[in-house]
């Protein structure tokens, strides 16, 4: 760094920059320095508080815990990948949020984004996953399938299953901190894993930027084609940038297992069917994940893990088992009742339109998915869904019948 | 970002080709410069407040462009960015700005004197006359880099300046932060108000981040005179008025650039400037006057004449639409302006407006007669 700088300002260009400068002598020292004194010089001129954002009408986790002495403790502190602070919560800054709906509002760069910068991200991953204490919690992590029980939906209300999580490649800068490099890098090994899977789970990739017109169309009709992302959520963090360069979509022939490369996570993992069988979803969805696992694992890579945080992803939301797993159902007369959204409460359930996140609901057909992501495992949270969504299937029947139907007492939150 | 872009060095652990953007489908002059050698040669390069080339081309990279459109595709983060990587930025510039060389000097001349005429533009004919510019503050980075400790800064210098101004200048600040409703509308009423950027051109560049913070409009009292703060450069000075007195407009834009000009360096922070690239903005073709005065005037006939384009190319004119940049005409009424920023003085373009528009509406009143127009088409200026 200080041999570049030098070089850079030496000589004949030097005093050209600084005559164009009209630099005073601070200026000066500053250009003259290497790197750490700069910083000093800098810390001088602006002082944290001169910088500390103004979250007076924000509305989102990061805004509730960023306090003034947190910022000046942290906003000087980088990573081993130099991400910042500043640049963690960019986005939070930047989209106020609604009074109604609390985003996270900061996002991480790097793995050691969630140590470097915990005195902010504790606080804010206790805030959104229902208390779960990183600093005394540790999160279970439990991929077996075979304990699901009564995981077989009736298909007159279960119209689909999907189960979804993300993975990030450890090593490698996630998607807001990522250079083109490093994108292409993550590219490179998931591409190359997926190409070893075989069997039921064996497939194809397709490159976004040399897609032909015939394959997307394709893959537009299957429903499996991912846009470049417009939400101000994910374009201020930055993740939006070099699109479409080194994204891409993996699938398997029977187009039950899907991958996305380099969307808002290294890899987003999706295993879904028709129908409601949510059981053999969620096995291949184990199976898939555990063999995409040992085929990087053999050229030496490995996912974000740990004890403390689960598997580690962009977005503080999806840390632990970053899984959604939920059904599109159909409940005409129990999406009526003014006690729906207290049972879908009570299960720990939540619903959305069929278009996904914020979205709104066509006909009576909705997207029934868990609410949690860390404190429980993916077999636990699997296993909540599937009771929940047989207990609403109960509450239809019972409704058709004209009988009346009772508020399920509240699911237990984890006790560790 | 503000203050340090270390990833850089972090990503120099790359290959050239693996770092290299892909450009195969891009159509704008920073496409059009950069090869991988030349990105391989100064991508380890950062000004000194840390801007580096990477952040310079993000908006080129994200935004490929359009066939017909070329846009220019970098932004300068900091003063230094022109210097640090003239390598890049100076073939731009010569492409964007009519051939201009390294060695070129460019001419400054705020002299409203020095302009002819202009007094006299038909308001049958022109309905408003209009002259906008930018100005960059020293010792501060540049709207796509500086933090909320810095662009809060300018604003404070900014307001201390502004509101300082008397006579026809005297006017009032409003933060777009804490702006009521009331002053809101009265706001956007008078065409004052500029909204959060929504164009990705400026929001990929990092222009939009932390809105509205630092953000804010002054206009003085008679509501001729306006500055907007922090948008997509330090400053921008705008003087305007209804009618055709394009010579009262520009002595007005003069006279109080030079006085905001005495109260910035009376507190140590003049305006960026140097004698190769005249006044220093965000976006490369801005350099040299940051100039674009204009008029929106009624050109029904001429603008349907097979030969308008060309009119205006040998004019060194460019027509918009009302709305400003990439919006269409409405009923005939076109905004025409200079084309040129970089290698003319103020003057000299803001002449360029006056007797191109005279002339414009000479042919537009000849036309509206069943006349011909050949004869009064102009050589190329």
Not at chain 2, 13 to 39: G, Q, R
Request: hydrophobic share 35%; charged share 25%.
């Amino acid at each position: 760094m200080a041999g570049s700088f030098t070089r850079m300002i030496a000589g004949r260009n030097g005093a050209v920059l600084l005559a164009s400068l009209g630099a005073g002598t601070m200026a000066t020292g500053f250009l003259m320095s290497d790197n750490p004194l700069a910083a000093e010089v800098r810390t001088k001129l602006y002082p944290p508080s001169s910088d500390f954002p103004d979250l007076r009408k924000h509305n989102n986790c990061m805004a509730k815990a960023l306090t003034p002495a947190i910022y000046g403790r942290l906003r000087d502190k980088i990573t081993p990948n130099n991400w910042t602070l500043d640049q963690c919560i960019q986005t939070g800054v930047d989209n106020p949020g609604h009074p109604f709906i609390k985003t996270v509002g900061c996002v991480a760069g790097d793995e050691e984004s969630y140590e470097v910068f915990s005195e902010l991200f504790d606080p804010i991953i206790k805030d959104r996953h229902n208390g779960y204490d990183p600093t005394t919690m540790t999160h279970p992590t439990d991929l077996d399938a075979s304990k699901i029980t009564n995981g077989v939906f009736d298909d007159k209300y279960v119209l689909s299953s999907r189960v979804r999580t993300g993975r990030s490649i450890r090593g490698l800068s996630l998607p807001p901190a990522c250079s083109r490099a490093e994108r292409r890098e993550v590219e490179r090994v998931v591409v190359m894993a997926l190409a070893g899977l075989k069997g039921d789970l064996a497939g194809r990739y397709y490159g976004l930027q040399d897609l032909t017109d015939k394959e997307q169309q394709q893959l537009i009709d299957d429903h499996f084609l991912f846009d470049k992302p417009v939400s101000p959520l994910l374009t201020c963090a930055f993740m939006a940038r070099d699109w479409p360069d080194a994204r891409g979509i993996w699938h398997n022939n029977e187009k039950t297992f899907l991958i996305w490369v380099n969307e808002e996570d290294h890899t987003r993992v999706i295993s879904m069917e028709k129908g409601g069988n949510m059981k053999r979803v969620f096995e291949r969805f184990c199976r898939g994940l555990k063999q995409v696992e040992q085929l990087i694992q053999e050229r030496g890579w490995e996912f974000m893990w740990n004890e403390r945080l689960g598997y580690i992803l962009t977005c503080p939301s999806n840390l632990g088992t970053g899984l959604r797993a939920g059904v599109h159902v159909r409940l005409p007369n129990l999406s009526k009742d003014t006690r729906f959204s207290k049972i879908l409460d009570n299960l720990r359930l939540q619903k959305r339109g069929t278009g996904g996140v914020d979205t709104a609901a066509t006909g009576d057909t909705f997207d029934i998915s868990n609410n949690d992501r860390l404190g429980k495992s993916e077999v636990e949270l699997v296993q909540m869904l599937v009771d929940g969504v047989n207990y609403l299937i109960e509450c239809e029947k019972k409704m058709e019948k004209g009988q009346d139907i009772k508020v399920p007492s509240p699911v237990t939150q984890f006790r560790k | 970002m503000p203050f340090g872009n270390t990833h850089n060095n972090f990503k120099l652990n790359y290959k050239v080709e693996d770092e290299f953007p892909d450009l195969s489908k891009h159509n704008n002059h920073m496409a059009k410069v950069l090869t991988k050698e030349l990105y391989g040669k100064i991508r380890d390069r950062q000004t000194p407040s840390g801007y580096t080339l990477d952040d310079v081309i993000q908006t080129g990279v994200d935004n490929p462009g359009h066939p017909f459109i070329m846009t220019v595709g970098c932004v300068a983060g900091d003063e230094e960015s022109y210097e640090v990587f003239k390598d890049l930025l100076d073939p731009i510039i010569s492409d964007r700005h009519g051939g201009y060389k390294p060695t070129d000097k460019h001419v400054t001349d705020l002299n409203f004197e020095n302009l002819k005429g202009g007094d006299d533009l038909d308001p049958a004919y022109v309905l408003s006359s209009r002259v906008r510019t930018g100005r960059s503050i020293k010792g501060f980075t540049l709207p796509p880099h500086n933090s909320r400790g810095e662009r809060r800064g300018i604003e404070k210098l900014s307001v201390e300046a502004l509101t300082s101004l008397d006579g026809e200048f005297k006017g009032k600040y409003y933060p777009l932060k804490s702006m009521t409703d009331a002053e809101q509308d009265q706001l956007i009423n008078d065409h004052f108000l500029f909204d959060k950027p929504v164009s990705p051109l400026l929001t990929c560049a990092g222009m939009a981040r932390d809105w509205p913070d630092g953000r804010g409009i002054m206009h003085n009292d008679n509501k001729t005179f306006l500055v907007w703060v922090n948008e997509e450069d330090h400053l921008r000075v705008i003087s305007m008025q209804q009618g055709g007195n394009m010579r009262e407009v520009f002595k007005r834009f003069c006279v109080g650039l030079k006085k905001i000009e005495e109260i910035f360096k009376k507190h140590g922070h003049g305006f960026m400037w140097n004698e190769h690239l005249g006044y220093i903005l965000t976006c490369p073709s801005n350099l040299g006057t940051g100039l674009r005065g204009g008029v929106h005037v009624k050109l029904p006939k001429l603008s349907v004449h097979a030969k308008f384009d060309e009119i205006l190319g040998r004019l060194r004119l460019q027509k918009r639409g009302t709305g400003g940049v990439d919006t269409a005409s409405v009923g005939g009424v076109f905004d025409i302006s200079n084309a040129d920023r970089l290698g003319s003085s103020e003057v000299a373009q803001v002449q360029l407006v006056v007797d191109g528009v005279k002339l414009m509406v000479e042919m537009e009143k000849k036309l509206e007669k069943g006349e011909a127009i050949d004869s009064m088409i102009p050589a190329q200026k």
